[in-house]
């Protein structure tokens, strides 16, 4: 993801990769946003106050609509160390907590209601070689069969030209829109006040430890991303894109 956020022009040259995993429903309705911070170092994310190489920080407000202020949906930063497989952990981290769960809150009507077959739900995600290995997973299997999920894998196709999600219209809009925004010149208060403070706890207790220019980064995407979000999903869009699928589906049968 790029956004019109620049770092001062002294700054040596630096990039920091963001990823947007997201999950969207037939019915128009989305989960929430879920941003990974990849291929950070083990001096960025010490492997002594975050083992796992995966910090997942909740940001209350950070999802459609989140410019609301009393908007208490949640939405995850999540930093990840450079390592082997940990991309199939941070998927892993994905599916356990916010898949899944976005999973059950679709069928919270059907508390105490046993399901029967014929309300299976079913799935699709992304092809690559880490969410590969995240389904196949012995003990993810048996959960998703236990929630009558079935998962199914999307062949291996190029990133913004074949895969579905990225043909969304509304992962357009997203890109189009995130390099027209920035917050860097407003006042640090209200929802970039938030922000600042979460992250910057994270810093001085020493589980991040990020540069300055990329702190900034980080905290100027995650401010802006609400106003990005609330102004380029609708659920007509979202539910567009299931029906081009469907009719995709329906002809290659």
């Given at each position: 993801?790029?956004?019109?956020?620049?770092?001062?022009?002294?700054?040596?040259?630096?990039?920091?990769?963001?990823?947007?995993?997201?999950?969207?429903?037939?019915?128009?309705?989305?989960?929430?946003?879920?941003?990974?911070?990849?291929?950070?170092?083990?001096?960025?994310?010490?492997?002594?106050?975050?083992?796992?190489?995966v910090?997942?920080?909740?940001?209350?407000?950070?999802?459609?609509g989140?410019?609301?202020?009393?908007?208490?949906?949640?939405?995850?930063?999540?930093?990840?160390?450079?390592?082997?497989?940990?991309?199939?952990?941070?998927?892993?981290?994905?599916?356990?907590?916010?898949?899944?769960?976005?999973v059950?809150?679709?069928?919270?009507?059907?508390?105490?209601?046993p399901?029967?077959?014929?309300?299976?739900?079913?799935?699709?995600?992304?092809?690559?070689?880490?969410?590969?290995?995240?389904?196949?997973?012995?003990?993810?299997l048996?959960?998703?069969?236990?929630?009558?999920?079935?998962?199914?894998?999307?062949?291996?196709?190029?990133s913004?030209?074949?895969?579905?999600?990225?043909?969304?219209?509304?992962?357009?809009?997203?890109?189009?829109?995130?390099?027209?925004?920035?917050?860097?010149?407003?006042?640090?208060?209200?929802?970039?006040?938030?922000?600042?403070?979460?992250?910057?706890?994270?810093?001085t207790?020493?589980?991040?430890?990020?540069?300055?220019?990329?702190?900034?980064?980080?905290?100027?995407?995650?401010?802006?991303?609400?106003?990005?979000?609330?102004?380029?999903?609708?659920?007509?869009?979202?539910?567009?894109?299931?029906?081009?699928?469907?009719?995709?589906?329906?002809?290659?049968?």
């Amino acid at each position: 993801m790029r956004s019109k956020f620049g770092t001062e022009p002294t700054a040596a040259p630096m990039g920091q990769r963001a990823r947007f995993t997201w999950s969207t429903s037939a019915d128009g309705t989305v989960a929430c946003p879920y941003i990974s911070f990849l291929d950070l170092s083990e001096r960025e994310l010490p492997k002594t106050s975050c083992p796992s190489g995966v910090l997942m920080i909740p940001i209350e407000g950070l999802a459609v609509g989140g410019v609301n202020p009393e908007c208490k949906s949640l939405g995850y930063l999540v930093f990840v160390r450079k390592g082997e497989d940990m991309e199939t952990a941070n998927f892993t981290h994905y599916r356990n907590e916010v898949f899944r769960s976005y999973v059950h809150a679709k069928r919270k009507i059907r508390d105490g209601v046993p399901l029967s077959e014929e309300e299976r739900a079913v799935s699709w995600q992304d092809g690559g070689g880490p969410q590969l290995k995240t389904i196949m997973d012995a003990d993810s299997l048996t959960l998703d069969d236990e929630m009558k999920l079935t998962v199914n894998n999307h062949s291996a196709s190029r990133s913004a030209v074949e895969q579905m999600l990225d043909l969304m219209r509304i992962f357009k809009i997203l890109h189009r829109t995130q390099k027209s925004i920035t917050v860097k010149s407003r006042p640090l208060e209200g929802y970039k006040l938030k922000v600042y403070t979460i992250l910057r706890e994270r810093q001085t207790t020493g589980e991040l430890c990020v540069s300055r220019d990329k702190l900034n980064c980080i905290i100027d995407f995650a401010t802006c991303l609400p106003e990005i979000l609330t102004t380029s999903v609708t659920q007509p869009l979202v539910f567009w894109m299931d029906l081009l699928r469907w009719e995709q589906s329906t002809r290659s049968l």
